[in-house]
Each structure stands twice: as structure tokens, then as C-alpha cells.
């Protein structure tokens, strides 16, 4: 068996499409461009590529995007004097603090500054607690881009026994708590978890976010079943240069899953145009206009 290939990159082309039709629709109807406001702090090289595909994507959207740039030497306070100013910006709709962010400063502190309704990374504990107690909440967006991704195959997930491997509070946890919203039966699978090729063997679909290059190997996966691989390791390539690798063993797990995501071109594409849908229904919210059709 060969998996069918799930082509992150032109569902997230979709996705961004979806937002850009609403973008035209509230500029048109209601007057409104939703903002989206990324600060990075320091120079990271791999947080500069992504804040400028955000910008590009915002932009490209219809959205007005906020840049802020702070030096690697910034200070705590100074980072949350910023946050204070965009909270009360009512140009700027979602808030997106790009991590890791330097020693000096608490992320959580500054995670829990961001004003809810502006936190489209979905990592505020308010927006984390009414995903968990299926409230209206924003979510985090590689958790809902998996979740996207796994109904592009499974019209619904009610019902189907989904694995999780990794329990961290921005992919495992809240992707636990929307597959628990999507009625699947989910089990969360960790580094105690015992006999985990046993537990990965039970899932109709299997979502991978641990951080091990390639360590969830075919004969782990159920044949024909769905595997959504959110893992990025960078491993050395030939020639000396570096490849990009999923946690999922691809070439084995090909064989023996029904469908299955790429790395790179799957869950990556994806984190992006969710924050584009978080950034439109938090604009949404914000002038209290319905919620939009993505
Ligand atoms: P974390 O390191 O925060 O969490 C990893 C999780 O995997 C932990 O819960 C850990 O368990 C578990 N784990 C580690 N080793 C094992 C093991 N041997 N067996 C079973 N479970 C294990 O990682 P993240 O959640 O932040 O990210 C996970 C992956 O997803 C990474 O590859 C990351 O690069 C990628 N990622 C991709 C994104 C995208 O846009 N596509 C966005 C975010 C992340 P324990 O809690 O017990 O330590």
C-alpha cells in the first residue's frame, strides 16, 4: 500500500484564499482591514524567515501587518511597554510574539500580558482554559492546521481513535483538546508512556509532535491508517548541508499508512494560514461582527 500524499501546501494556499475572500468582504461590507502585529525580539535567523512569511502572507491577504523589531539585548520591561501599546491599538487585531525569545525575558509573563482577544498564537492560559472547557476560544494554529488536515481526509473524525505523541502546551495539549471537540476518542502518548509503538499501532490517526528526528517507524502505524506529522528537526544532509526530516519515519510509514503528510510541504504551510484565520475572527470579535466563513 502507498499512502495518498496530504498537500499541506495547496490546502494552506486554500485556506489563505478563504481569508482573503473575508478580508474583501469586511473592507467592503463593514469598512474593516483586520491588523496583525509580529514582534520579534533578537536576531534568530530561523524567527527572521518565519516573521517575514508572515508579513508577506498577512499582507498578500488583505491585512494591514505590523512589524516590530527589538534588539537581542531588549529588556522584559520594555517588550511589555510594547505589548501594553498594541493591546490598546485598535488598528491591531492579533498579537503574535515570536519565540524563543532571549534568556532575559519570562515568555509566559509576556504570553500572559497579550490581550486575550488579540492573542492569535492561542497560548494565552484564558484562551488555552475555553479550548479546553469548549468555549469559544482562539486556538493554536498548528494544532487547528492539523486538525484541517486531517478533515481533508476524514469528512469527520467523530468516533475514530486518535493518538497524539507529544504533550507540550503549543501542539499536543490543545491538539488533544480539538480532536476531543471533533469526537474522536484521543489518547496523548509522551516520553512515560509505555510500549508507545503499541499505542501508536491503535490510532486511526496518528498526529507526531515530538521533536525526534524519523523515531515513529512504519511498522508502528496502523495499515491504512492517517498520519499527520507536525515534527522539524534539521538533520545533517549530503554534501554537508542540512535536510529537513518529520518525526515520522516517511519512507517506511508511506507503506503502510492510508494518507499521510510530507516534511517539509504538510503541517508547515499550515501554522501560517491558520494564524490568518485567527487574525480574522479575532477582528471579527473585536467589532462584533459574526463570525467569518473560515
Ligand atoms: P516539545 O519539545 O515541547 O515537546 C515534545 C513532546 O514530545 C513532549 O511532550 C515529550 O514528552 C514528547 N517526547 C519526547 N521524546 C519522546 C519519546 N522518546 N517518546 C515519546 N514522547 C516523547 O516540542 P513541540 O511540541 O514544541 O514540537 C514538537 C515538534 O513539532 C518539533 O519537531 C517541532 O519542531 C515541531 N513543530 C512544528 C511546527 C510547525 O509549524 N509545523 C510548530 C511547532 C512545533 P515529555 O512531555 O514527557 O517530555
Not at 495499515?223 to 548541508?241: F, M, S, Y
Request: hydrophobic share 45%.
Amino acid at each position: 500500500m502507498t499512502a495518498e500524499v496530504i498537500d499541506g501546501k495547496l490546502i494552506a494556499a486554500e485556506t489563505r484564499n478563504k481569508v482573503a475572500a473575508e478580508v474583501a468582504r469586511l473592507l467592503k461590507v463593514h469598512n474593516v482591514v483586520p491588523g496583525l502585529a509580529v514582534v520579534l525580539v533578537g536576531s534568530n535567523p530561523a524567527s527572521q524567515v518565519y516573521v517575514g512569511s508572515k508579513k508577506k502572507m498577512t499582507v498578500e491577504t488583505g491585512m494591514r501587518s505590523f512589524e516590530h523589531l527589538l534588539p537581542e539585548t531588549a529588556s522584559e520591561a520594555e517588550l511589555l511597554s510594547l505589548i501594553v501599546k498594541l493591546n490598546a491599538d485598535p488598528a491591531v487585531n492579533g498579537i503574535l510574539v515570536q519565540l524563543p525569545l532571549p534568556p532575559q525575558i519570562d515568555a509566559a509573563k509576556v504570553i500572559s500580558a497579550i490581550d486575550p482577544g488579540k492573542d492569535v498564537d492561542g497560548f494565552h492560559p484564558l484562551n488555552a482554559g475555553r479550548l479546553a472547557t469548549g468555549l469559544p476560544a482562539l486556538v493554536p494554529c498548528t494544532p487547528l492546521g492539523c486538525v484541517i488536515l486531517a478533515k481533508s481526509v476524514h469528512k469527520s473524525l467523530a468516533g475514530m481513535d486518535a493518538v497524539v505523541v507529544g504533550r507540550s502546551n503549543i501542539v499536543g495539549k490543545p491538539l488533544a483538546a480539538l480532536l476531543i471537540a471533533e469526537s474522536a476518542t484521543v489518547t496523548v502518548a509522551h516520553s512515560k508512556t509505555n510500549d508507545l509503538p503499541a499505542v501508536c499501532r491503535r490510532a486511526d490517526v496518528l498526529f507526531a509532535a515530538v521533536g525526534r528526528p524519523e523515531m515513529i517507524r512504519g511498522d508502528w502505524i496502523r495499515l491504512g491508517a492517517t498520519v499527520i506529522d507536525v515534527g522539524i528537526n534539521r538533520v545533517p544532509g549530503e554534501g554537508g548541508k542540512h535536510r529537513i526530516v518529520g518525526d515520522v519515519h516517511y519512507a517506511e510509514a508511506v507503506e503502510r499508512a492510508g494518507a499521510i503528510t510530507p516534511v517539509p510541504g504538510g503541517v508547515g504551510p499550515m501554522t501560517i494560514a491558520c494564524l490568518l484565520v485567527n487574525t480574522v475572527r479575532a477582528a471579527c470579535v473585536a467589532h462584533g461582527l459574526p463570525a467569518p466563513a473560515v
